[in-house]
């Protein structure tokens, strides 16, 4: 059995942040649980109706890289079992349906306030920058690169975590300045075998993963842990392999039903691209709802469990 939609959940446990599509809970002093709605973003406002199994497929992505790759890079990742966070937290046994498939029992840490941002390939704000002047957070990048292509060797690209409006791009020099050379390395280097062996995998299975933001954390212990999710379709640029044209923008794995309708609404005059969001038809709903679950299909090899 699966609960329907969940626009936002409101657990009994103490709420320490709300994001655009996550809510975080304190469990104990050392442990959050992290539950991922079905809102979702589109140009960077959040719609009213929530996508059908989203938070779970998100939740269930970032699960798979955690266990997957914990030999490339210790998380904080302790179980995205329902069964078994109800087990740890009985309190929650009558919310379950709430939580069901959607949560993560994680370490807490202590966050780095940087974003670890690696690009295998030139889009968005990387490639606005590019077409500028040539480079990327101010650093020289080869000339003659279209939109879209593909960077080999990935580059590693820092973001500050802006409190509001969006990240800013900065040099590897900058955040070593901040963090100190040492850590700034081990980030640095984290983050590319991470995104490596994602890369590689999604790409055998028709996705290319195009960028993807990490974050870590310093545990109580002192050890670096990566944190938050793991290149799901919100932290990453998720394309489909076979459609993959470069020398523009590609089309979104996940949201490219929900861009086209709001597209179309934008340019018929019908919405002025702010809040509020325009109503979105069952049918735009149900088909990016079966994106998602595409996608968690192809990169995981399985099915989504629990009734659609
Ligand atoms: N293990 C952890 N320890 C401490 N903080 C963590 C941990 N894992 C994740 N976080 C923090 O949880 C927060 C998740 O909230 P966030 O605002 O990113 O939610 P979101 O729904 O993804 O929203 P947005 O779309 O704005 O990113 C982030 O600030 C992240 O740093
Ligand atoms: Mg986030």
Redesign the pocket.
């Known amino acids: 059995m699966t609960a329907g939609p969940l626009t936002e959940s409101r657990l009994p446990l103490p709420l320490l ?1 709300r ?4 809510e ?1 809970y304190e469990v104990d002093p050392d442990h ?1 649980l ?1 539950v991922a709605s079905d809102r979702v ?1 589109a140009f960077d406002i959040v719609m009213r109706e929530p996508i059908p199994r989203k938070g779970a497929v998100l939740t269930q992505i970032s699960a798979f890289w955690f266990e997957r790759l914990a030999a490339v890079a210790p998380s ?1 990742y302790v179980s995205a079992s329902t069964e078994e966070i109800l087990d740890r937290l009985p309190a929650l046994r009558s919310r379950a349906d709430e939580i069901e498939g959607r949560s993560m029992l ?4 202590l ?1 780095v306030p940087f974003e670890c941002v690696v690009r295998g390939y030139l889009a968005g704000s990387a490639w606005v920058e590019y077409r500028t002047s040539g480079t990327l957070a101010g650093e020289a990048l080869p000339g003659g690169l279209i939109e879209s292509a593909r960077l080999e060797p990935p580059l590693f690209s820092p973001a500050t975590k802006a409190q509001s409006g969006h990240d800013l791009n900065v040099t590897f020099e900058t955040m070593a300045a901040e963090l100190g050379r040492e850590l700034a390395s081990r980030l640095r280097d984290a983050s590319l075998a991470v995104y490596r062996a994602g890369r590689d995998h999604a790409a055998a299975r028709g996705i290319i993963i195009a960028d993807t933001k990490f ?1 870590f ?1 310093t545990a109580r212990d002192g050890t670096l ?1 990566l ?3 793991l290149m799901t379709p ?1 932290s990453s640029r998720f394309w489909p392999a076979d459609r993959y044209r470069p020398g523009g923008p590609q089309p979104s794995f996940d949201k490219q039903p929900l861009r086209d309708y709001l597209a179309a609404l934008r340019s018929e005059g019908r919405w002025n691209g702010e809040a509020p969001p325009p109503a979105l038809p069952d049918t735009v709903v149900e088909a990016t709802s079966r994106r998602y679950l595409e996608g968690y299909r192809l990169i995981t090899g399985r099915e989504l469990g629990g009734s659609a």
Request: hydrophobic share 30%; no cysteine.
């Open positions: 942040r994001g655009k599509v996550r975080v959050l992290l973003s904080h994680v370490r807490r840490t966050p974050e954390g842990l944190i938050d999710e919100d």
